[in-house]
Protein backbone atom coordinates (compact mmCIF):
# COMPACT_ATOMS: atom_id res chain seq x y z
CA UNK A 1 0.00 0.00 0.00
CA UNK A 2 1.16 3.88 -0.41
CA UNK A 3 3.24 5.19 2.29
CA UNK A 4 4.54 1.42 3.29
CA UNK A 5 8.01 2.19 5.42
CA UNK A 6 8.80 -1.75 5.50
CA UNK A 7 7.55 -5.32 4.18
CA UNK A 8 8.40 -9.00 4.40
CA UNK A 9 7.46 -12.34 2.96
CA UNK A 10 5.05 -14.34 4.15
CA UNK A 11 2.87 -17.63 3.57
CA UNK A 12 3.83 -20.45 1.82
CA UNK A 13 3.38 -20.75 -1.56
CA UNK A 14 2.97 -23.68 -4.78
CA UNK A 15 3.77 -21.90 -7.99
CA UNK A 16 1.79 -18.58 -7.80
CA UNK A 17 -0.78 -19.47 -5.32
CA UNK A 18 -0.83 -19.16 -1.57
CA UNK A 19 -1.28 -22.54 0.28
CA UNK A 20 -2.94 -20.66 3.05
CA UNK A 21 -5.87 -18.39 3.78
CA UNK A 22 -5.63 -14.72 3.20
CA UNK A 23 -8.02 -11.98 3.31
CA UNK A 24 -7.19 -8.12 2.54
CA UNK A 25 -9.01 -5.09 4.04
CA UNK A 26 -12.75 -7.30 3.95
CA UNK A 27 -12.30 -9.07 0.42
CA UNK A 28 -10.92 -13.07 0.83
CA UNK A 29 -8.10 -13.49 -1.80
CA UNK A 30 -7.19 -17.11 -1.50
CA UNK A 31 -9.18 -19.91 0.77
CA UNK A 32 -6.21 -21.63 1.28
CA UNK A 33 -5.59 -25.66 1.24
CA UNK A 34 -8.38 -27.50 3.12
CA UNK A 35 -6.70 -29.64 5.99
CA UNK A 36 -3.73 -28.02 5.85
CA UNK A 37 -1.64 -28.61 8.84
CA UNK A 38 -1.15 -26.16 11.50
CA UNK A 39 2.54 -26.57 11.06
CA UNK A 40 2.04 -23.99 8.35
CA UNK A 41 -1.43 -22.68 9.38
CA UNK A 42 -1.59 -22.80 13.24
CA UNK A 43 -1.93 -19.02 13.71
CA UNK A 44 -3.25 -15.82 11.94
CA UNK A 45 -2.16 -12.45 11.85
CA UNK A 46 -5.39 -10.46 12.21
CA UNK A 47 -5.73 -6.64 11.21
CA UNK A 48 -8.23 -4.23 12.25
CA UNK A 49 -8.95 -0.98 12.35
CA UNK A 50 -4.98 -0.34 12.71
CA UNK A 51 -4.27 -2.80 15.50
CA UNK A 52 -2.50 -6.09 15.21
CA UNK A 53 -3.05 -9.19 17.27
CA UNK A 54 -1.83 -13.04 16.73
CA UNK A 55 -4.69 -15.66 17.28
CA UNK A 56 -4.24 -19.42 16.78
CA UNK A 57 -6.35 -21.40 14.13
CA UNK A 58 -7.36 -24.47 13.56
CA UNK A 59 -5.86 -24.44 10.28
CA UNK A 60 -7.32 -22.54 7.17
CA UNK A 61 -10.84 -23.15 8.19
CA UNK A 62 -10.73 -21.48 11.44
CA UNK A 63 -8.78 -18.76 9.75
CA UNK A 64 -12.04 -17.85 7.88
CA UNK A 65 -13.78 -17.41 11.29
CA UNK A 66 -11.98 -15.11 12.35
CA UNK A 67 -13.48 -11.77 12.30
CA UNK A 68 -11.01 -8.44 10.92
CA UNK A 69 -10.48 -6.80 7.95
CA UNK A 70 -7.17 -8.68 7.25
CA UNK A 71 -6.93 -11.89 7.90
CA UNK A 72 -3.18 -13.97 7.08
CA UNK A 73 -2.92 -17.70 8.33
CA UNK A 74 0.60 -19.22 8.84
CA UNK A 75 2.68 -21.54 11.05
CA UNK A 76 4.00 -22.30 13.34
CA UNK A 77 2.21 -20.48 16.05
CA UNK A 78 5.38 -19.78 18.11
CA UNK A 79 3.97 -17.43 21.26
CA UNK A 80 0.30 -16.73 22.40
CA UNK A 81 -0.59 -15.10 25.60
CA UNK A 82 3.14 -14.63 26.84
CA UNK A 83 3.48 -18.66 26.67
CA UNK A 84 5.24 -21.15 24.31
CA UNK A 85 3.67 -22.72 22.41
CA UNK A 86 4.71 -26.36 22.37
CA UNK A 87 6.26 -26.79 18.63
CA UNK A 88 5.96 -30.34 16.42
CA UNK A 89 9.30 -32.22 16.85
CA UNK A 90 8.24 -34.52 13.87
CA UNK A 91 8.81 -31.72 10.90
CA UNK A 92 12.08 -30.90 9.87
CA UNK A 93 10.51 -27.74 8.94
CA UNK A 94 10.72 -26.94 12.84
CA UNK A 95 13.34 -28.79 14.07
CA UNK A 96 16.16 -28.00 11.56
CA UNK A 97 17.95 -24.85 11.21
CA UNK A 98 16.36 -22.27 8.65
CA UNK A 99 16.15 -18.80 7.64
CA UNK A 100 12.91 -17.71 9.11
CA UNK A 101 10.40 -14.73 8.54
CA UNK A 102 8.34 -14.02 11.97
CA UNK A 103 5.89 -11.41 13.27
CA UNK A 104 5.32 -10.50 17.01
CA UNK A 105 2.49 -8.36 18.61
CA UNK A 106 4.12 -6.97 22.05
CA UNK A 107 1.46 -6.31 24.91
CA UNK A 108 1.54 -2.12 23.85
CA UNK A 109 0.48 -3.20 20.84
CA UNK A 110 3.45 -2.36 19.09
CA UNK A 111 4.48 -4.98 16.31
CA UNK A 112 7.86 -6.95 15.92
CA UNK A 113 9.02 -7.94 12.31
CA UNK A 114 12.16 -10.37 12.53
CA UNK A 115 13.83 -12.05 9.60
CA UNK A 116 16.77 -14.82 10.47
CA UNK A 117 18.72 -15.79 7.55
CA UNK A 118 20.50 -18.38 7.10
CA UNK A 119 21.91 -21.17 4.90
CA UNK A 120 25.07 -18.99 4.90
CA UNK A 121 27.88 -21.21 6.22
CA UNK A 122 30.05 -19.41 9.12
CA UNK A 123 27.95 -16.43 8.58
CA UNK A 124 24.27 -17.25 9.56
CA UNK A 125 22.69 -20.92 9.49
CA UNK A 126 19.32 -19.67 10.67
CA UNK A 127 17.48 -21.17 13.18
CA UNK A 128 14.67 -24.00 14.55
CA UNK A 129 11.60 -23.14 15.50
CA UNK A 130 12.03 -23.50 19.37
CA UNK A 131 15.18 -21.29 19.23
CA UNK A 132 12.56 -18.80 17.77
CA UNK A 133 10.59 -18.94 20.52
CA UNK A 134 12.83 -17.48 22.82
CA UNK A 135 14.33 -14.85 20.38
CA UNK A 136 10.65 -13.37 20.10
CA UNK A 137 10.37 -13.68 23.65
CA UNK A 138 13.78 -11.44 23.96
CA UNK A 139 12.61 -8.96 21.94
CA UNK A 140 9.26 -8.57 24.25
CA UNK A 141 6.72 -10.51 21.80
CA UNK A 142 3.58 -11.45 23.77
CA UNK A 143 2.42 -13.10 20.41
CA UNK A 144 4.21 -14.69 17.87
CA UNK A 145 3.89 -16.53 14.63
CA UNK A 146 6.43 -18.05 11.80
CA UNK A 147 5.12 -16.10 8.56
CA UNK A 148 7.50 -17.79 6.08
CA UNK A 149 11.21 -19.21 5.84
CA UNK A 150 13.61 -20.47 3.68
CA UNK A 151 15.06 -19.12 0.75
CA UNK A 152 12.48 -16.59 0.47
CA UNK A 153 13.39 -14.56 3.69
CA UNK A 154 12.99 -11.31 2.89
CA UNK A 155 12.84 -8.20 4.36
CA UNK A 156 12.51 -4.73 2.19
CA UNK A 157 12.57 -1.07 3.77
CA UNK A 158 11.94 2.14 2.29
CA UNK A 159 15.24 4.42 3.25
CA UNK A 160 15.03 7.78 5.21
CA UNK A 161 14.14 10.69 2.29
CA UNK A 162 12.87 8.06 -0.06
CA UNK A 163 9.12 7.71 -1.01
CA UNK A 164 9.03 3.98 -2.40
CA UNK A 165 10.63 1.00 -0.83
CA UNK A 166 13.91 -0.45 -2.36
CA UNK A 167 12.78 -3.88 -4.03
CA UNK A 168 16.62 -5.05 -3.27
CA UNK A 169 15.94 -6.14 0.36
CA UNK A 170 18.44 -5.96 3.04
CA UNK A 171 21.05 -8.88 2.91
CA UNK A 172 22.07 -8.53 6.40
CA UNK A 173 23.44 -12.34 6.69
CA UNK A 174 22.54 -12.44 10.24
CA UNK A 175 19.57 -11.63 12.15
CA UNK A 176 17.09 -8.41 11.54
CA UNK A 177 14.67 -6.93 13.76
CA UNK A 178 12.46 -3.94 13.28
CA UNK A 179 9.72 -2.75 15.97
CA UNK A 180 7.05 -1.05 14.49
CA UNK A 181 5.24 1.36 16.45
CA UNK A 182 1.18 1.17 15.58
Known amino acids: KAGAIL ?9 SRTREYLRIDGEEKFVGEPG ?3 VFAGGALVLNEGKARIR ?20 PLLIEEGYLETIATNTTHNTSDHPRTVVGVKRDGSVILATIDGRFEGQAIGMPSTLVQEYMLLLGADSAL ?3 GGGSTTMVARRLGNKTISSKGINSNSFLSLLVHT
Open 7 to 15: GVNAQYFSG
Open 56 to 75: KTAGNEGAKKLAGSTVMCAG
Open 146 to 148: NLD
Open 36 to 38: RST
